[in-house]
């Protein structure tokens, strides 16, 4: 089963988070796509089987969703969503428009997160771009086209070198060498080992590029379904209201709030209620991860 069809409903998230797969041709990353979007895209044993761009939109697995429509014996789960992109493979001299160069640097500028697929695994029928398997050299080269690119760009707010990256090692545990795994902690940047092939680790993906860009989900419920809103964490009350509507920001009046843990615990809204469990909070409150919210506004 695609990891998309596990959910009844896909609401379409207010903030949207995109994800841009990146990384040299032919190494995984429409195969990574079409695990996480379980859509039909073309992927082939040769290099730039990707032109444009493949958008899909993927829910965040978040297992409090589940427990909260059990407890609430509602009928739908809306989840927090992310789109993924599949961007076309980079090659040495990207930056100078070799390969699709251009074209893909300008995909990645759009993207919040970039998710750079480096290949791992050994595979003689599979054709790899430059000679061997070198996963070290490869992630330089995505790097190097980067940051070239970002050096003639004027527009400094947007460097395609910053951007909050997650690495996907392609491969088993065996495939992955210990002095690959060392390198990238040595440039900081967050890693999974996944095999594709095996279709392994593609759901810690979606949740640790939600953590890198900051993102923590507020729920709200109603007679009928539990919803999950994405925002940045520290993201005050009102803030918060207004993704759910832009209107709620401004007539903002309070919220009353309950960590999902301690409504479970009470066995429900309105036991919680008679309990004295609901918070009343104002315009300074700042949302919690896993809040239950319900928004008073005038
Ligand atoms: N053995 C093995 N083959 C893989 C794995 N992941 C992908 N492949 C194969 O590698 C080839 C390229 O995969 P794609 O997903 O099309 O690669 P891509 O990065 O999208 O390539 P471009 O769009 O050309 O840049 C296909 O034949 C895949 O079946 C893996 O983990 N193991
Ligand atoms: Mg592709």
Known sequence: MCFACMYATVGIGIMKVSIGIVGLPNVGKSTLFKLLTGRKVHIANYPFATVDPNVGVVPVPDERLKKLVDLLKVENITPAVVEFYDIAGLVKGANKGEGLGNQFLSHIRNVAVIVEVVRCFRDDSVAHIESGIDPIRDMDIVDLELRLKDEESAEKENLLSKKPKIILLNGSDQDVLKDVKEHIRSINTPFIVADLAKVDGV???????????????????????????????????????????????????KAEAIHWKELMNAGGWSQARKTGKIRLEGKEYIVEDGDVLFIRHG
């Open 203 to 253: 759901e810690q993906l979606i949740k640790e590029a939600f953590q890198r860009l900051n993102l923590i989900n507020f729920f709200t419920i109603n007679p009928t379904e539990v919803r999950a809103w994405p925002i940045k964490r520290g993201t005050k009350a009102p803030q918060a209201a207004g993704v759910i509507h832009s209107d709620f920001e401004r007539s903002f009046i």
